[in-house]
């Protein structure tokens, strides 16, 4: 119950006393005890560091779920305002094509409201940002600051991994269509 209880009190300390959005950690694979309490405290996996397991907490509290179908508006609504949102990502434009592709794409809400959105669909096992346009990209809001989009990033990787996609092709904007 110590490690619990030390592991809360550092949380706390960093999201609301240092105003730290993200914390990592690393442990070696053997310790599955801390391994089992830090997923208890949501850290996730991100990869190893030499021999050890690198492990990330968003502490930005950046909520991410897949788009279901009648969000149309909302998303429509955040990619027309958001800083490299183009008329490419309107769903009107993105749905056209929906019967040939399999859209898996994310929303990622901070305190209930749309900060980025990711366009991607299924293929083959892999995540593409989007076969149907010619780039897809993490669209994101004016206000989403550096350490938020990589958790974002984070984040996204993370649920494609654990919902059992192998790759993830991610198509960037240009950056000449960003506002």
């Known amino acids: ?37 830090y997923k208890k405290f949501g850290f996730l996996e991100s990869g190893m560091d030499g021999n050890k397991i690198l492990m990330f907490k968003n502490l930005a509290h950046i909520e991410l779920r897949r788009y279901v179908d009648g969000e149309d508006e909302k998303w429509n609504n955040f990619v027309s305002s958001c800083k490299n949102g183009l008329f490419l990502f309107n769903r009107s434009y993105m749905d056209y094509h929906s ?16 900060v980025a959105v990711f366009p991607a669909v299924e293929e083959n096992g892999k995540i593409v940002s989007h076969s149907g346009l010619t780039f897809g990209s993490l669209l994101m809001a004016h206000s989403l600051r550096e350490v938020e989009v990589l958790s974002c990033f984070e ?8 919902n059992g996609f192998t790759e993830i092709i991610y198509k960037c904007i240009p950056s000449i269509y960003h506002r």
């Open 155 to 162: 984040e996204l990787k993370q649920y494609y991994k654990e």
């Open 1 to 37: 119950g110590l490690g619990y209880e030390i592991l809360e009190k550092l949380i706390n300390y960093a999201t609301y006393t240092l105003n730290l959005k993200s914390i990592y950690l690393k442990v070696i694979p053997e310790n599955i005890r801390a391994i089992k309490l």
């Open 99 to 114: 019967d040939r592709f399999i859209d898996h794409s994310l929303v990622f809400k901070r305190k209930g409201k749309i």
